[in-house]
């Protein structure tokens, strides 16, 4: 063989040798201690990751979890050689072990646990853990435990088999399906689109509107036996909000179900919360695992997935819409309030904490009413909503603090939000009255003084003439001559009356002037102008909602300042026209409604679009002077 022929041999064999270590893969497995421990526990979560390679994957990573301690990881390697039809295979790993400490009850999802090998991320499968009370479970005799077994994700009774022992007998793979346990509906299928594996996928409802709950579920289904899914895909989904679940029973439930002439074992995998942000045709990417154990392990390995899912997503319809619904407010709400303190002094605050709870994506904001000499700052949140069992639930409480200007009894009016109840599919609004609140006025004020002229007048300033006995020796003093003698007498008597005209006067322009101060305070391009400069506050601190709330109250205020329109009141295809017959130009009104669209979308997802804040502001800023300009009505 020539010197080239061997040249270029050599560079194959190099080549191939670098082409099979890029195709190595890496191996995960999960251990987990226990699923349902007590409050304060603590238990382990090992991952095993492996490769074919002499090079064993690194940077062993689990995510926290509010609500557990995690510490760790403790790693060890481990190197595994077996023979095979006369080849010897090799594979390293490493192990990595992490203590787990309960701290609040509830369900956690752990994981996946991650490791990098050959510039890659690889996933280990998620595992359950439910946390309840201390004194809750049972305790398990000394030595009367069952020791982990990694595999009991569709063996959660031992023995290899899905199902308590003596429930099936060592030959009855192929029993009747008369003679097995009901089939859960959630279960059940025509027929199996493969006739080795696959996964299947649910979604309720089919129908939804703008921010109402949409449930995906995800089955996977056997057909030789009891497997492992590993290696998951999770779907995509862009266009919703994620509140992802999943069934604290899922991880150990599995049944049997009769397909055709063969028995599967079937089991669900996920089970996903989301809610549509916009309208439209909105997809749901596949959903995919891959089937390991027993004789499912192939290669290339036993791999199943779901088709995309499309769903026609609409809005609440138009007939009956209350006013001031926001898109996107849908479920079962109630609202509370609770008012302190019920007696202050003009210019004192008062705080109100409203609270909001239900089920669904619970909204963000609230209407509060307005009023002359009442200004509503921005609320401060406490929130909680979870996914319990499927449904997505909780509550939110705003705490607003809402200064009083004018003296009197103030009726605050009532809190309310419109929403869309997807059970009884009609609109309803959440109310809660705020009562009255005793305003005095403030001692502080300083009140004005006029000269009296006639206290003046009476003064004693004694008898001249009259004798008065001496004590001491002196020469003779004559008296002094009457006050009303002086120039300075008609001075004061006659200009007694030009001042107390003057003092009133006076006063009646300091009190139109002190007026005029007030309402300036509380005119609508200066709380405009206010609440611009709260939303460049925010913006410096990169709050997308704070900043686009505070943005579009400017944006209304302006509107109110220019035009005499109260916009919270109006849709936006009546804003549009009533601005427009205010003389509104066309150019302006696109803009300014733009806008708003644009904080609305910010607000209810809590994440920036197209537009940054400082842009929010900045656009802002550009259409309060437009907006607030005097115009004539048409």
Request: aromatic share 6%.
């Amino acid at each position: 063989m020539s010197p080239r022929a061997l040249l270029g041999l050599a560079c194959a064999l190099v080549a191939l040798c670098f082409a099979s270590g890029a195709r190595a893969q890496v191996s995960l497995d999960t251990q987990i201690g226990a699923h349902k421990v007590e409050l304060g526990d603590s238990i382990q979560f090992e991952i095993t990751a492996t490769s074919s390679t002499d090079e064993p994957p690194q940077n062993p990573h689990l995510p926290p979890v509010p609500g557990l301690s995690i510490r760790g990881p403790s790693i060890g390697s481990r190197t595994q050689v077996s023979i095979n039809n006369g080849r010897m295979q090799r594979q390293t790993g490493i192990s990595a072990t992490w203590s787990i400490q309960a701290l609040k009850p509830g369900t956690f999802r752990i994981g996946p646990a991650t490791v990098d090998f050959g510039g890659q991320h690889f996933q280990s499968r998620v595992e359950m853990l439910e946390v309840v009370p201390a004194g809750t479970l049972p305790r398990t005799p000394p030595g009367g435990g069952q020791p982990f077994d990694p595999f009991r994700f569709f063996d959660p009774f031992g023995g290899g088999s899905p199902f308590p022992q003596g429930l099936f007998g060592p030959n009855d793979v192929q029993q009747e399906p008369e003679q097995l346990p009901p089939v859960p509906d959630e279960f059940k299928v025509d027929h199996a689109p493969d006739p080795l594996a696959f996964v299947r996928a649910t979604v309720t409802p089919k129908h939804p509107v703008v921010g109402e709950q949409v449930t995906v579920r995800f089955y996977a289904y056997g057909a030789r036996g009891i497997f492992r899914p590993v290696n998951a895909v999770e779907p995509t989904h862009p266009d919703f909000l994620d509140y992802t679940g999943q069934d604290d029973s899922i991880a150990e439930n599995a049944v049997r179900v009769p397909i055709g002439d063969t028995l599967w074992i079937a089991g669900k995998i996920r089970e996903i919360c989301l809610f549509p942000l916009h309208a439209g045709r909105l997809t749901i990417g596949s959903f995919g695992l891959t089937f390991d154990g027993g004789a499912y392990r192939a290669n290339p390995p036993t791999t199943r997935s779901t088709a995309p899912i499309t769903l026609d997503v609409t809005e609440p319809p138009l007939d009956g819409r209350p006013a001031g619904y926001r898109i996107g407010d849908v479920g079962t709400l109630e609202l509370s309030v609770a008012v302190d303190p019920r007696k202050v002094v003009a210019g004192d605050a008062v705080s109100v904490v409203a609270k909001l709870a239900g089920t669904g994506s619970i909204p963000t904001a609230l209407h509060v009413p307005e009023q002359r000499g009442v200004e509503w700052l921005d609320p401060t949140h406490v929130d909680e909503v979870n996914n319990e069992h499927g449904t997505v639930r909780g509550f939110r409480a705003f705490t607003y603090i809402v200064k009083m200007h004018d003296a009197g009894t103030v009726d605050l009016g009532e809190l309310t939000l419109p929403y869309w109840d997807p059970r009884k599919r009609a609109y309803a609004t959440a109310r809660a009255p705020l009562g009255k609140i005793d305003v005095a006025p403030n001692p502080k004020a300083a009140p004005s003084a006029t000269a009296s002229a006639a206290a003046s007048a009476n003064a004693d300033f004694g008898d001249p003439l009259a004798l008065k006995p001496r004590h001491t020796l002196a020469s003779y003093a004559s008296a002094k001559a009457p006050f009303t003698d002086a120039l300075r007498f008609w001075y004061l008597l006659l200009g007694a009356p030009l001042a107390v005209a003057l003092s009133g006067i006076g006063a009646e322009l300091g009190g139109r002037l002190r007026r005029s101060r007030s309402a300036s305070r509380s005119s609508p391009l200066r709380l405009a102008q206010d609440s611009l400069k709260a939303a460049e506050t925010a913006a410096r601190s990169s709050e997308i909602a704070k900043t686009a709330a505070a943005v579009e109250r400017a944006l209304f205020l302006a509107i109110e300042a220019g035009t005499g329109i109260r916009p919270r009141a109006l849709l936006k295809d009546d804003l549009r026209a009533a601005l427009a017959g205010a003389g509104v130009e066309t150019a302006t009104l696109t803009r300014a409604l733009e806008l708003l669209d644009a904080c609305e979308s910010a607000r209810f997802t809590g994440k920036s679009g197209e537009l940054q804040p400082k842009e929010l502001v900045s656009q802002a800023r550009g259409l309060l002077g437009e907006l607030s300009r005097k115009r004539r009505s048409s």
